[in-house]
């Protein structure tokens, strides 16, 4: 009697892409279950259908849910600390109100929101989830905040800091030789937790970039809010300080705008420093390179402190300081987004080598404009296509930056594993994925829109 043998097929579940659907019978997965955990590769999908389930399983679904209560708490404290009234030899400050606090956070909103933009719009290759970015301004909105404002005002009392009208942790010794080193450690910390629990996610200078940058926005948005707030309530109450709306007006321009790269320029430093690390093979490259970005953001931070508090520069040269700062930056992220579209084509062309990808999934996935507009008109074509149309660029792309962990030496043998999940998963959404980018149009009914229009004149 002849058996008819059927080679294994990758099948789709909504948790991801397993093989025959299950596991393979008599497999034990805990041994290749920790390789995956050494490597910092994600777990074999369990096969699991239910949504709600895969929800309650997920540990970042109760790592969300503990970092928001913690940041609702410290956000908390910090108001308990702000709101109270300031008594000094001089006389009483009030503490901040809270409609004083509602009018400040809409001045430092654009600002915040524009440079969050900004950093997302970058990382684009393999965008983390936005729930990390999210957790990233949270974190650097209220409890690099709440550290800050607590370690600050300690070593402040330690510097033996005199006792004037305002913060003196605000004074020129603890905001050169103190806040630099805090404020920084306070921010860049979600960084390296990130950095130990998904590890394999941050594979480019733009995705720490990113994730840096959201979070000293958020910690500019926060304290951008208490000196403005702060300028106000101070000048409300001292006699001689003039039209307290316009000195607001113009700190809200000199920190809203022109110092605004000041907080994102210097944590960026760490950031580029923990991915050098992280793709680095040498256990002292991994050591010294995060060390290094941080030292450098901390006493870039210092510089910039210092030259503020102790010299008068004009609106001029502020000016022509930020403009300059900006440049760098821009130059800097475009130059990665060159760097970052070289290493995916040149992985991806291993494939094509082995046979394994088409010589056009190198061109349509390594640059950026062509992966968009294939995103476009799948979304135009209905969700079921535009799903598969992602699933895929995003399985490419993590089967590029994975053969660049393996030839890097980053990752052993089980990232083996991985690219075949990965490879059968591409073959599957082929079928239904949108690939090439050249020749497609989007098909938009204009008679349709032409009627409506006619109708509704």
């Known amino acids: 009697m002849s058996t008819t043998q059927t080679s294994p097929a990758w099948q789709s579940t909504n948790s991801g892409w397993t093989l025959n ?12 279950r920790r390789a995956r955990s050494l490597s910092g590769l994600p777990p074999r999908p369990t096969g699991e259908t239910n949504r709600w389930m895969r929800l309650l399983t997920n540990p970042w679904t109760w790592i969300s849910v503990v970092l928001f209560q913690l940041y609702a708490v410290t956000l908390y404290l910090v108001w308990r600390q702000l709101s109270a009234d300031q008594v000094f030899p001089e006389g009483v400050i009030p503490g901040l109100d809270w409609a004083t606090l509602k009018q400040c956070a ?7 929101a524009v440079w969050a933009l900004v950093f997302i719009a970058f990382d684009r290759f393999r965008p983390m989830r936005p729930l990390f970015w999210l957790l990233a301004f949270g974190w650097g909105a209220c409890m690099s905040i709440w550290i800050s404002l607590n370690v600050n005002s300690w070593a402040a009392s330690l510097l033996n800091v005199t006792a004037s009208p305002g913060d003196p942790a605000a004074q020129a010794r603890p905001a050169v030789f103190v806040a630099p080193f805090v404020e920084e450690a306070a921010k860049t910390t979600f960084l390296f937790l990130l950095a130990v629990l998904v590890r394999y996610r941050i594979v480019s200078a733009l995705q720490s ?42 700190l809200v321009f000199l920190r809203g705008v022109i110092t605004s790269f000041g907080h994102p320029l210097f ?48 609106m001029t040269r502020l000016v022509i300081q930020f ?30 080598r082995m046979g394994r990808l088409d010589s056009r999934d190198v061109v349509n996935h390594s640059v950026l404009w062509r992966r968009a507009w294939i995103l476009i008109v799948a979304a135009r074509r209905g969700w ?31 990232g083996h594993e991985r690219e075949k999940e990965l490879l059968g998963q591409l073959a599957v959404l082929r079928g239904t994925a949108l ?11 204009w008679r349709r829109l032409a009627f409506w229009r006619r109708r509704r004149a």
Not at 21 to 32: H, I, K, N, T, Y
Not at 273 to 296: E, M
Request: one cysteine or more; a positive charge; glycine letters at 10%.
């Open 21 to 32: 659907g299950q596991l393979e019978p008599g497999a034990d997965v805990r041994p290749e």
């Open 209 to 250: 970039v990113c994730l840096a940058g959201l979070a000293a926005v958020g910690f500019a948005f926060t304290e951008n809010i208490v000196y403005y707030a702060r300028a106000m309530v101070y000048g409300s109450v001292t006699i001689g300080t003039g039209d307290v709306e316009e000195a607001v007006q113009q």
């Open 267 to 314: 944590t960026m430093l760490t950031g580029v420093g923990l991915v050098i690390g992280l793709r680095a093979r040498s256990k002292l490259v991994r050591i010294l390179a995060p060390l290094t970005g941080f030292c450098l953001s901390a006493f870039g931070h210092m510089a910039f402190n210092g030259m503020s508090s102790i010299s008068q520069m004009s």
């Open 384 to 414: 079921r296509t535009f799903q598969a149309t992602r699933q895929r660029i995003r399985a490419v792309t993590e089967l590029a930056y994975l053969r660049d962990a393996m030839v890097r030496g980053i990752v052993d043998e089980a």
């Open 106 to 112: 809409g001045y430092a909103a654009p600002t915040a």
């Open 435 to 445: 690939t090439e980018a050249t020749g497609l149009r989007l098909d938009i009914p």
């Open 323 to 352: 403009v300059i700062v900006i440049a760098i930056i821009a130059f800097f992220l475009f130059r990665q987004i060159f760097k970052e579209r070289k290493r995916i084509a040149t992985r991806l062309g291993d494939y094509v």
